[in-house]
């Protein structure tokens, strides 16, 4: 196959959750350039039909569906409505997060929060549209983490700011990472490929005293930036990644060279 084509969404079903997000906004945006069928799955419809309103402007026609990644139901009707309107799935990119606990000493309840959206909900999710891509015969899972998942939080960043590291989010983007590598096992044999990202912080105006202090640290000496997740996302979504399952892109920088 042409090398370009085998980077192609063309025909492709696609579903993103969270594509109103930081990052979740760039990778909706990619997939929609790559040629997808984009759905983007999100629990503020007001909010994401805005975003499409921006991407239709641009000549692209997304669709918008509801779903409460915490709510097992929801989870159901939205895969009745995907198998009912598109026939199934190719691609699931797996970006949704919530972040109710923002420091270690935040109440219990935060945390318990956080497992029914990160842990719980987001297991629920991608089980659910397996299946869906399971019935079209094949194609790839994204589960989008974080370096957060991999390496510990340097405190010393947050020194003097109102930022922190919040330590549910490192056990989530962990074990997404762990996850990863059992559904390859499970899903290989269906065809189906499953890969994680774990980027490093996507710049959005951060404080100052914090910027200098981490773009030093980097060796490309910066954050990261709306195009650099693009590619990454597109080459595993992709047929251009058609012999990488069960792996773990780290897309920080060189922050942990
Ligand atoms: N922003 C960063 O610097 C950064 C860095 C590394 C990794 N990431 C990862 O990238 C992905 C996208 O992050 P982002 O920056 O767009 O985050 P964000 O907080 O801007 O957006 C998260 C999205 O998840 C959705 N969401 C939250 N709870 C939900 C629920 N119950 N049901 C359905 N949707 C729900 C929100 O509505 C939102 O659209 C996440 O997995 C995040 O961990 C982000």
């Given at each position: 196959m042409n090398t370009m084509n085998l980077f192609s969404l063309k025909n492709k079903v696609v579903l993103i959750t969270g594509g109103a997000g930081l990052y979740g906004r760039c990778i909706f945006d990619a997939l929609l350039g790559a040629g997808g069928t984009v759905i983007c799955a999100s629990r503020n419809l007001e909010n994401i039909q805005k975003v499409i309103e921006g991407f239709r402007s641009k000549g692209f026609n997304p669709h918008a569906k509801y779903v409460d990644q915490s709510d097992h139901e929801s989870i159901v009707k939205l895969k009745d409505e995907i198998r009912q309107?598109?026939?199934?799935?190719?691609?699931?990119?797996?970006n949704s997060v919530a972040r109710p606990?923002?420091?270690?000493?935040?109440?219990?309840d935060t945390w318990k929060e956080s497992m029914s959206v990160n842990a719980t909900g987001m297991f629920d999710i991608v089980r659910e549209m397996a299946d869906l891509i399971d019935q079209k015969g094949g194609g790839s899972i994204v589960n989008i983490g974080s370096m957060q998942g991999m390496f510990g939080p340097d405190f010393s960043l947050y020194e003097n700011t109102d930022m922190d590291s919040a330590p549910d989010y490192h056990f989530h983007k962990g074990g997404m990472i762990s996850l990863t590598k059992y559904l390859a096992r499970k899903f290989g044999p269906k065809n189906i490929r499953v890969n994680c990202i774990s980027p490093g912080g996507l710049y959005v105006d951060q404080d100052e005293k914090f910027l200098e202090k981490y773009n030093k640290k980097v060796p490309l000496g910066r954050m990261a930036g709306d195009d650099d997740i693009k590619g990454v996302v597109v080459f595993l979504a992709?047929?251009?990644?058609?012999?990488?399952?069960g792996e773990n892109i780290l897309m920080d920088g060189g922050l942990h060279a």
């Open positions: 309107e598109f026939g199934g799935l190719d691609v699931f990119v797996n606990m923002r420091r270690y000493e935040d109440p219990l992709s047929q251009a990644s058609s012999y990488i399952t």
